[in-house]
Structures are given as C-alpha cells and as structure tokens.
C-alpha cells in the first residue's frame, strides 16, 4: 500500500508541470481561441522577441498551441 501511495505521489509531481503550462496558458490566451498570439504572450508579460516566438511556433501557423507553449515556458 505504501509504494502505491508513493507511486500516486511521484506521477502527481510529474503531472505539476504540464497542469502549470496549462493554467499560464489559460491566462495569456486572452481571446480563448486556443491558441497564444505574440501580442497576447506581450500582454501577458512574456518578454520573447520575434525570433524566440518564432522558434517556439513549431507549426509555422502564427500562434502557439498549449503543447508549444509548455515548451517554450519551460525555457
């Protein structure tokens, strides 16, 4: 029972980084549509230039999806 609750402890801390992502996301995307735009990350107060905004949009469509986003927050 103690390696079980253990276990649901450890993957609960691994989970913390990705549900953080998530609620900076929620935040910054100010128009909700799913995706975060440079002027929305600016207004937030993320300070990324043009060309690291860029470099994180992976897809090239513009706009960073919540997966891009995690990746990009985390440095």
Same mark, same amino acid.
């Given at each position: 029972?103690?390696?079980?609750i253990l276990a649901?402890?450890?993957?609960?801390?691994?989970?913390?980084?990705?549900?953080? *992502?998530?609620?900076?996301?929620?935040?910054?995307?100010?128009?909700?549509?799913?995706?975060?735009?440079?002027?929305?990350? $600016? $207004? *937030?107060?993320?300070?990324?230039?043009?060309?690291?905004?860029?470099?994180?949009?992976?897809?090239?469509?513009? *706009?960073?999806?919540l997966e891009e986003?995690?990746? $990009?927050a985390k440095g």
């Open positions: 029972m103690k390696n079980f649901l402890t450890v993957s609960g801390f691994a989970a913390f980084p990705a549900l953080a *992502a998530e609620m900076d996301f929620t935040k910054v995307d100010g128009d909700a549509n799913g995706a975060v735009s440079m002027e929305e990350a $600016a $207004a *937030a107060g993320w300070e990324w230039n043009e060309e690291q905004f860029k470099a994180a949009d992976t897809n090239g469509d513009g *706009a960073l999806s986003f995690a990746v $990009a």
